[in-house]
């Protein structure tokens, strides 16, 4: 399985008034992370916008097993779980300093023409992505 990992310094503004990092910033981390696999395999969403397409999240999960708090230099672990043409799933580790895992999660993205808003196979509009996301599944 193919998967790229992302450091992490825990910022104080990204925690709450017990120190641990607030929930939603994990969901943040996992962009982080989803950008850093994309990038690792040539891709860019940069590109993939000047072309009109935007690929937003229908839907996220994060389970959080064990707090990351501020000061923690945290990882997140990022690789492609699911890949149909349409829909893409991403999973997500984030681990602390100890390679414990503290938070784990999905999201699930699908790509729209940006004017339109409505679903378009990637197979068809991004065959460079697509191309690259079988390769990917198949490791």
Not at 5 to 14: G, H, L, M, T
Not at 107 to 132: G, N, Y
């Amino acid at each position: 399985m193919y998967s790229v990992v992302r450091d992490i310094q825990v910022r104080y503004s990204e925690t709450d008034q017990m120190g641990v990092v607030y929930h939603a910033n994990y969901i943040i981390w996992f962009e982080l992370g989803r950008t850093e696999l994309i990038e690792s395999l040539q891709l860019s969403y940069v590109a993939m916008e000047e072309k009109g397409i935007i690929s937003p999240v229908i839907d996220v999960r994060a389970t959080y097993k064990k707090p990351v708090r501020y000061g923690d230099k945290a990882k997140v672990k990022t690789w492609l779980k699911k890949y149909d043409g349409l829909r893409v799933t991403y999973s997500y580790e984030i681990l602390n300093g100890e390679n414990e895992v503290c938070v784990t999660g999905e999201s699930v993205h699908i790509c729209v023409l940006k004017e339109r808003f409505r679903p378009i196979s990637i197979r068809k509009h991004l065959p460079d992505w697509h191309e690259v996301y079988e390769k990917v599944k198949l490791s």
